[in-house]
């Protein structure tokens, strides 16, 4: 399920008037540029470049790679692959709109300022769509889903993206980088994909479902402007109806040309359906999301059909079929189950997760609970509908952002204070735990507002003012709208987690909660039972699995079929005689008793926490836990100690789990597992191919391997190719096609030697024992 957020950087302002003049609506004729046939297109980095940015590539497989000659002064970029667009210049989206078995991406939208291009990967062809006198600032896709009946009781429901855009543009140019401006006014317009501004007509494939077509002439010339409501809409699904039918619509809120601020609701057919005045908060700052808005409007579907929406502070708990045919739309999303605390002006997207019937949010270091499907009406559906989520939703839901680096670590010597540090960090001790109830003096306290907003229907007279009734219109009634019989319930606080933590990642595990506890000097992995009271002792409430023994950093676990696999860092051996500040290496200094400079490193700057002296080496193990280790206590530091009985490379080798999602004719998507391991040796440049390790648990040249049996600590006795790189962090899933003869993947989301990521096509050949790279100036075999 894709999602829009809104954000601003800036104070928030008033939005400008739209402008005066009447938008055109068909666009001026621009000559469509010249473009060399595709024939593969990839990402990747370009001839002889220092810069990290991608490129879009075109390789011809057909023809000799003309490589790029980067030596000295003299510099000649190769032709095989060539350059079409630098990424930097612009921004894309794919797009997969028609189903196929391999859940290939057939469309690439790029916008280049304010012209857009589309990049076909099916056709290996190239055009530009359209252009505006303005400059673009967001491509939007549009999520659809079509039914394919499988037999008389089932059908497969698949998440596609729709044949076109809507794309964000402003035309104040009076502004420096007017996308980056929240006050600037902004326009939408709809692009469809077969958009052609030479048409002979307006529209000649007016009659094809959404416009699109196989027909070779269908064609259209619209351009339609639409509201910021629609072209920010999400979608929502439900079973409608005595029958519980499959339907969709999209859920939208914006502003007007008038400023009026709607929440709508359109059909699958996009035919408006019910519109509610709705004003949100506004904000300073939304923090990671996209767009640039004082507001933050987000739908996310949870199971069964049920959705939770945040519309600024507010997160609400609905069911898909409520929208369909409502009747009393005043008092829709009026009583709200939860509103986030307040900060600084600010707000951030709720963190969430959730399984078939809990929910369990995570908002200033408290943790609360609710059974969302309890009292649930959602029609119960005739037939039996199998969902097919988009490859993208797939491999989001594996994503893991967080990237290790010992430099963000801190010592509790320069705590303010160190009992209180030490104490956190004492993992595992005798009065440590995570989880507490919600006391005063651990600095735990719900918000409370006593504002008289508005008048209740319980507090009516015959003569109350309509204005002064409460309505979900103005979002302060909700304040007293809300049912707390109806809200989600308290659970936890964290002790740890205003002062001593550095970042937290938590996942449903058997009904618990599975946390990385990042803390100030280590990380802890934890097990928390929400469905326990506060009151309980932290033994019941709480189990802890890795980080009593061993200092540590633990990447975010994978979870498949209940057996958890972790990737964890192990602190080793410390190298002296080299200081830091920050990230950077700098002098050391320490015969000078004053601060230092920001190129070294001096005893007072020691003294003061604000640099270090000397970097620890890490070791990088895969470690597997079944979830009977997890029932029996055996997924525990002393299993990583002696004898080493959780991780699944040898004593001599580092390793890291790698989640892969495999597509094939037969099976569809499957999420399956592997192993990058190297060998522990340094880098050696008489063989510069072989693997090596280096620094905090860096892989050089990893092998990938599968397990020998599902279930199993034994690596396959044969590994299925070698990586030509490093990997520092495994953040995504690796995508595996078996159908197309070579297993092709992409590494964006895994291949790592510094914070900027790179992205290039690998292919493994037919063989199955090595990786050919294809990187844009060179192939690496």
């Known amino acids: 399920m894709s999602s829009v957020f809104i954000f601003a950087c800036a104070d928030v302002a008033d939005l400008q ?3 005066e003049f009447d938008l055109p609506t068909t666009p001026p004729n621009i000559k469509d540029e010249e473009l060399d046939p595709l024939k593969e297109v990839f990402f990747g980095l370009y001839g002889c470049q220092t810069s990290p940015e991608l490129s879009i590539l075109n390789y011809d497989p057909q023809q000799v790679i003309e490589e790029s000659g980067c030596d000295s002064n003299i510099v000649t970029e190769g032709s095989n692959p060539d350059q079409l667009f630098e990424m930097s210049d612009g921004m894309y989206q794919y797009l997969d709109t028609e189903i196929d078995a391999s859940m290939s991406r057939e469309l690439l939208v790029f916008a280049n300022k304010g ?23 967001r491509i939007i896709p549009s999520t659809r889903y079509e039914v394919v009946p499988v037999d008389n009781t089932t059908d497969e429901i698949f998440e596609l993206d729709a044949p076109f855009v809507y794309v964000e ?46 027909a070779s002439d269908c064609k259209t010339k619209q351009r339609p402007a639409v509201s910021e409501a629609k072209a920010l809409s999400q979608p929502v699904v439900a079973y409608v109806g005595a029958d519980g039918l499959f339907r969709y619509g999209y859920l939208g809120w914006g502003r007007d040309d008038n400023d009026q601020r709607t929440l709508n609701f359109w059909d699958e057919n996009g035919a408006l359906q019910w519109t509610q005045q709705r004003a949100l908060e506004s904000f300073g700052s939304v923090f990671g999301t996209e767009g640039v808005y004082p507001y933050l409007f987000d739908v996310n579907a949870l199971e069964d059909t049920h959705h939770l929406l945040q519309m600024g502070r507010d997160v609400f708990v609905f069911e898909g079929h409520e929208l369909f045919g409502a009747v009393d739309t005043d008092t829709l999303f009026s009583d709200r189950v939860y509103q986030l605390e307040e900060s600084a002006g600010d707000v951030a997207k709720v963190e969430f997760v959730f399984d078939d019937n809990d929910l369990v949010f995570f908002d200033a270091g408290k943790f609360f609970h609710l059974d969302y499907t309890l009292g649930s009406t959602v029609p119960t559906p005739v037939k039996t509908y199998e969902f097919v989520t988009s490859l993208e939703s797939t491999v989001e839901a594996t994503t893991d952002d967080f990237e290790f680096s010992q430099f963000e670590t801190q010592d509790c010597r320069y705590d303010a204070d160190e009992t209180a540090c030490d104490a956190a960090n004492d993992v ?40 002064d009734l409460c309505t979900p219109e103005r979002y302060q009634d909700l304040n007293e709208l809300d049912d707390p019989a109806n809200d989600v319930a308290f659970t936890a606080f964290l002790q740890y987690y205003a002062d001593h933590m550095r970042d937290l990642d938590f996942q449903i595990y058997d009904n618990k909660l599975l946390m990385n506890v990042r803390l100030s000097e280590r990380d802890a992995l934890v097990l928390y039972d929400y469905n326990q009271p506060a009151t309980a002792p932290a033994t019941v409430r709480e189990s802890l699995l890795l980080g009593k023994r061993l200092v540590q950093s633990i990447a975010k676990p994978i979870i498949q079929d209940d057996n958890i696999y972790i990737t964890s860092n ?42 270090r002296e000397g970097k620890y080496l890490f070791e ?45 004719d037969v099976n569809g998507l499957q999420r399956e597992i592997r192993v990058l391991v190297s060998e522990d040796r340094q880098f050696s440049s008489n063989s510069p191919s072989q693997s090596y390790t280096k620094d905090e648990g860096v892989l050089g040249n990893p092998k990938m391997y599968k397990l020998d ?3 199993s600590r034994t690596l396959s006795s044969i590994s299925e190719g070698q990586l030509q790189g490093v990997v520092e962090s495994v953040p995504g899933s690796m995508v595996l096609r078996d159908s197309e003869g070579a297993v092709s993947l992409t590494a964006e989301e895994f291949v790592g030697g510094s914070s900027v990521r790179q992205q290039d096509e690998l292919y493994i050949n037919e063989n199955m024992d090595q990786i050919i790279r294809v990187t844009g100036s060179r192939r690496q075999q």
């Open 17 to 19: 008037e739209p402008p």
């Open 620 to 664: 990088s193990r895969a470690l597997y836990c079944s979830a009977t280790d997890i029932a029996n206590e055996v997924c525990i530091d002393t299993n990583q100690i002696n004898p080493k009985t959780l991780q699944v490379e040898s004593a001599t080798q580092d390793a890291k789990w790698l989640p892969v999602i495999s597509i094939d």
């Open 169 to 214: 543009v402003v035309y104040d140019t009076s502004v420096n980088d007017p996308c980056s401006n929240v006050s600037v006014f902004r326009n939408y317009f709809k692009v469809a994909m077969n958009f052609d501004e030479n048409a002979d007509n307006v529209d000649i494939c007016v009659s094809e479902e959404g416009g699109k077509s196989t």
């Open 428 to 467: 595992g001790g005798t009065s440590w735990q995570v989880t507490t109830g919600c006391d005063v003096g651990l600095g735990c306290s719900f918000p409370v507002d006593l504002t008289d907003y508005c008048v209740t229907a319980a507090e009516q007279v015959q003569n109350t003012p309509v204005e």
């Open 709 to 711: 049996a599902p279930g």
């Open 570 to 611: 192990i602190l080793g051996l410390k190298t002296s005689n080299i200081c830091y500040k920050g990230f950077s290496p700098v002098q050391c200094n320490f015969a000078k008793l004053e601060e230092g400079t920001s190129e070294e490193c001096t005893s007072f700057d020691i003294n003061a926490g604000t640099c």
């Open 115 to 137: 012209g857009l291009f589309q990049v076909d990967m099916v056709a290996n062809s190239a055009r530009r769509l359209t252009s505006w006198n303005g400059e673009i600032c």
